[in-house]
């Protein structure tokens, strides 16, 4: 019985022979995470499958609208494709200016709230009308939970050392600085109510001790122990005095070294075309030539910095960029065309800015509002910098973004990827764009290859309405 059983296994097709109907469907029951391991099987079964590219491996750039449809554009560098993305998700007449973890994006809106909405399935969440929108320059703090009530918003509108209106979003209300003619409730009197509690406790502690020690109707047992008592509560206040006062003297030396950098008499303060930077709990904006400007939002303070002065004569650059990076500032000097790149980084000790010879295995997206920096990208993409260009006409490709096994898809929605020149809406699309070139592929700047070299950008598409975006739950 069992050799027929045999027999019957082995005039049986293997399963490299499926019908190619048949390994489709089974393709299509699979979730993205799975197909790509459905594909290794075997060629067979990898060339009826459908493919899923991963969204969230590094940075894309995002065309900064939706459109009345739906439709959303995203440039992967790393795959050279082009996902033109469906999503339930409307915002019109909105802005993207950041991105959160899950596929979440976040958008001006002409109203002046700021809307958190999700690319995936269209819930969207919007904060109160704040009280200003033209000329502020805006960023995320994003906590990576995926919750957009969780996410706070950051937006300054510098113009001299003094001079800075900052508003943000704190997941429940805006804060305000800057205008005293405004109804400011960003001061905050709870730390002090908890100091003047604190000293309150201690003196009652003290004046209770005062009275144990001085009670004549105690007997010598219960004055000893009691004596005991306060003994150690007293040296353990004292203690703890000792280590606030520490504290304040260490805070205040920092003060005073912080006041020695900051400049006293008032000047202009161009903001380069970047948002700020969230670095070691203070947000960095980048002067055009290279000085600082920082604000402190727990002591709701803002200064400018007397260093650095500038980047000095020797990097000549048409636009500055700021990025945090490994727990490090850094600034990306383009040229008039583009190139040459300069990486430099902030010297916090000297507070001087250095030239970067390498980025080691780090890759830097910059060029537009939102610059990231990426510490373990995919080998290919290390050590360069990366612009919002590429050359010749990448794959464009209809999809929708799918979650799966906590990360991002992008998945078509058509078996059979069209050439742009065999599809119509797409070929007009990239006539519309003006794309040519011999090359293929993202423009990047490798540090090392091409420092100070004024690397070839004719024939590469400048993505002008574009911004760099994490979709995903990797940190970059």
Not at 78 to 84: D, G, P, V
Not at 142 to 158: K, R, W
Not at 259 to 284: A, I, Q
Not at 339 to 345: A, D, F, N, R, S
Request: charged content about 25%; aromatic content about 10%; hydrophobic content about 30%.
């Amino acid at each position: 019985m069992a050799s027929n059983d045999e027999e019957e296994n082995n005039r049986q097709p293997p399963w490299s022979q499926l019908l190619p109907e048949l390994v489709s469907m089974i393709c299509h029951q699979l979730s993205p995470m799975d197909v790509p391991r459905f594909r290794a099987v075997c060629k067979h079964w990898n060339s009826c499958a459908f493919p899923v590219y991963p969204a969230d491996s590094t940075p894309i750039l995002i065309s900064n609208t939706i459109s009345d449809s739906g439709l959303i554009r995203c440039y992967s560098p790393y795959l050279n494709k082009m996902f033109i993305v469906r999503t339930p998700l409307r915002a019109p007449e909105s802005r993207i200016f950041s991105a959160a973890a899950n596929g979440w994006i976040i958008l001006r809106r002409p109203d002046k709230t700021v809307m958190f909405g999700s690319l995936l399935d269209g819930s969207a969440f919007e904060t109160t009308e704040s009280k200003y929108d033209d000329g502020y320059f805006w960023t995320s703090n994003e906590e990576g939970t995926g919750h957009p009530e969780q996410c706070g918003v950051f937006g300054i509108f510098a113009t001299s050392t003094y001079n800075a209106k900052v508003q943000s979003w704190n997941g429940e209300r805006w804060k305000y600085f800057g205008d005293s003619s405004d109804d400011d409730d960003s001061s905050d009197d709870s730390n002090a109510n908890s100091d003047s509690d604190y000293d309150s406790d201690s003196d009652s502690g003290s004046g209770m001790g005062s009275d144990l020690d001085s009670d004549p109707n105690s007997n010598s047992e219960s004055d000893t122990d009691n004596d005991k008592e306060d003994d150690a509560e007293e040296e353990e206040e004292n203690m703890e005095l000792r280590l606030e006062l520490e504290e304040k003297k260490v805070e205040e030396e920092e003060m005073e070294d912080e006041e020695d950098n900051v400049v006293s008499e008032v000047r202009g303060f161009t903001m380069s075309y970047c948002s700020p930077v969230l670095h070691k709990g203070l947000w960095y904006c980048l002067e055009e030539g290279g000085s600082l400007g920082v604000y402190d939002p727990k002591r709701i303070n803002w200064s400018v910095l007397r260093k650095p002065a500038s980047f000095g004569p020797e990097f000549p650059h048409k636009n500055c960029y700021l990025v945090e990076s490994s727990q490090e500032l850094l600034a990306v000097l383009t040229g008039r065309n583009g190139t040459p790149i300069h990486v430099l980084k902030l010297k916090e000790k000297e507070m001087i800015w250095e030239r970067m010879d390498s980025l080691g295995s780090r890759a830097i997206f910059t060029g537009t509002l939102a610059s990231l920096s990426m510490a373990k990208p995919p080998k290919a993409m290390a050590n360069k910098v990366y612009l919002p260009k590429f050359y010749g006409r990448p794959q464009i490709i209809p999809a929708k973004l799918t979650a799966s096994g906590g990360r991002l898809f992008f998945v078509p929605e058509q078996k059979e990827m069209q050439h742009p020149s065999s599809n119509n809406s797409v070929h007009n699309f990239m006539r519309d764009h003006d794309t040519c070139g011999h090359k293929d592929g993202a423009w990047c700047y490798d540090l090392e290859l091409d420092s100070g070299v004024d690397k070839e950008i004719s024939g590469c598409k400048n993505m002008l309405q574009y911004i760099w975006v994490h979709l995903g739950l990797a940190s970059p």
